[in-house]
């Protein structure tokens, strides 16, 4: 009874706060979420919530993006068709949307199967559209960055951490457990151990575990090598130069193959993007050589690890890096979700595929693909129309880069292209498009970056 009492108070003060000033409501959102898997864990420990309650509490996040929802629909009430400019890859995702919601003519009528199927496939849409219809000011854009910068920072402190002095089963105090593997509804583990040895085990930091930590990582590093770019002054660029290096650590313990598949194309994209500005005039300035020596001696540490990792031969960290059941598990998965969607052109459903089927009914075994999920649930037309909407809103967000001036908004646009091209490409191998801490933090700073009614960005970084 208490949990419920608790629980409502705190749905009405976010619902006040966000009707008087939706802007702190945001930065609640984004601040909070990286630490949602610890806390959940941590409150279901100390409170003894059952599993109800304890999927109540983890609906806070959607909670505040509902009542974001009333803040918006104002704005579309007073500016009408001036409210929100929809461009082709936004047609992409509601063209989508409506195809999801034919798909439960198909789909076994499960309440569960369909709320969770929205909730992972288009909860990160509606936050995005919902920012978008907000509208914030460059120097909001700035307090919104920042604090994702600053939450992001404690969890790669906290990771450092467990990479060091802390025992593989610290958070074991916390309500975290160890077990081999994870269903839902179950304490999250502790920690995964891979090889031979517990000195070995991935991370998790606060997040739900080693793949979703790497992927909020590769999201933080965009903006985070953007910023060392675009920043004047020496100090700060350091600042951001030793916040990147500090993130390198967690995030190669995480032990996540994707994720380092991810940082590695960021950079090389980062790289081709530098390059690019040799051809402009006047001739770049600020960080850009600071920043592209910084880049191609990355590039040559990582690739010269690789290579004295596999030439010494350790096994251990062979082992580590292989990791032969679970690479041959994912190519199993693959094919079998290749053969599904052959199988089932038009799609098995909304929820069939993914994290939803695992909460709705209990599966275990996901497809092991943002794409071929989309593909499973909903047919060769669903996971053109997914394609599509991400690789034009890369393409949109690199053209307003480009023609934007050195400020807060082109930091922004540009490290949001950087970090959607890494999920992109973590997507091909993990379910990084519904890890929801990584995916509403990013597609809420897209939102805020490209509003089409943003005025002119003044230049922030002194």
């Keep these: 009874m208490y949990f419920y009492i608790l629980f409502t108070i705190f749905a009405l003060i976010i619902l006040i706060v966000t009707l008087k000033k939706p802007f702190w409501s945001l930065l609640i959102l984004l601040f909070l979420l990286p630490f949602h898997a610890f806390l959940v864990t941590y409150l279901r420990h100390v409170l003894n919530l059952n599993e109800t309650q304890g999927l109540i509490l983890s609906l806070w996040k959607e909670w505040i993006i509902f009542t974001l929802l009333f803040p918006a629909i104002w704005t579309i009430i007073k500016e009408k068709k001036k409210a929100l400019k929809i461009h082709w890859f936004d047609w992409c995702i509601i063209v989508l949307f409506i195809l999801s919601l034919i798909s439960i003519i198909w789909t076994p009528k499960n309440l569960n199967l369909i709320f969770f199927g929205l909730r992972f496939d288009f909860l990160f849409f509606a936050l995005y559209f919902v920012v978008r219809l907000l509208k914030f000011k460059s120097r909001e854009l700035l307090y919104i960055l920042g604090t994702v910068l600053l939450s992001a920072l404690i969890v790669i402190l906290f990771g450092i951490l467990q990479s060091t002095i802390l025992p593989w089963d610290f958070l074991n105090r916390f309500g975290y457990t160890y077990s081999l593997e994870w269903l839902p509804g179950q304490a999250l583990q502790s920690s995964q151990i891979v090889g031979a040895e517990r000195e070995y085990s991935r ?6 575990g080693p793949n979703s930590l790497g992927s909020y990582l590769v999201v933080v590093s965009a903006f985070v ?15 951001f130069t030793f916040y990147f290096l500090a993130l390198l650590l967690p995030l190669f313990r995480t032990y996540s193959r994707s994720a380092w598949i991810a940082l590695f194309v960021v950079i ?6 530098l390059m690019t500005q040799f051809k402009r005039k ?9 920043l592209l020596g910084f880049l191609f001696l990355l590039v040559g540490i990582i690739v010269g ?3 004295y990792i596999f030439t010494k031969k350790r096994t251990s960290l062979v082992e580590v890096f292989w990791r032969s059941f679970s690479t041959t598990e994912h190519v199993r998965l693959f094919k079998q979700a290749g053969q599904d969607i052959i ?26 693909s943002t794409y071929l999920q989309m593909g499973v649930e909903y047919g060769f037309l669903g996971l053109i129309l997914f394609t599509l909407s991400i690789i034009g809103m890369i393409i949109k ?8 001036k050195i400020g807060i908004n082109k930091a922004v646009l540009l490290g949001s292209s950087l970090a959607l091209i890494g999920l992109s490409v973590n997507a091909l191998f993990t379910h990084a498009f519904t890890d929801t ?10 939102g805020a970056s490209i509003s089409n009614n943003e005025k002119k960005i003044e230049v922030i970084f002194h």
């Design 437 to 446: 801490v990584t995916i509403l933090t990013l597609f809420a700073l897209i």
């Design 397 to 404: 967000l690199f053209k307003e880069a480009v023609l934007t």
């Design 225 to 239: 090598l953007v910023l060392i770019y675009l920043s004047n002054n020496l100090w700060l660029r350091l600042g």
């Design 305 to 307: 690890s690789i290579l």
């Design 343 to 368: 199988n089932n052109p038009f799609g098995k459903g909304i929820g069939a595929s993914g994290p939803a089927s695992q909460w709705a009914t209990g599966i275990k075994e996901l497809t092991e």
């Design 282 to 290: 006047p001739a770049p300035k600020g960080g850009f050589f600071f």
């Design 203 to 208: 991370i998790i930091s606060t997040l739900a």
């Design 268 to 273: 090389i994209a980062f790289i081709i993007y």
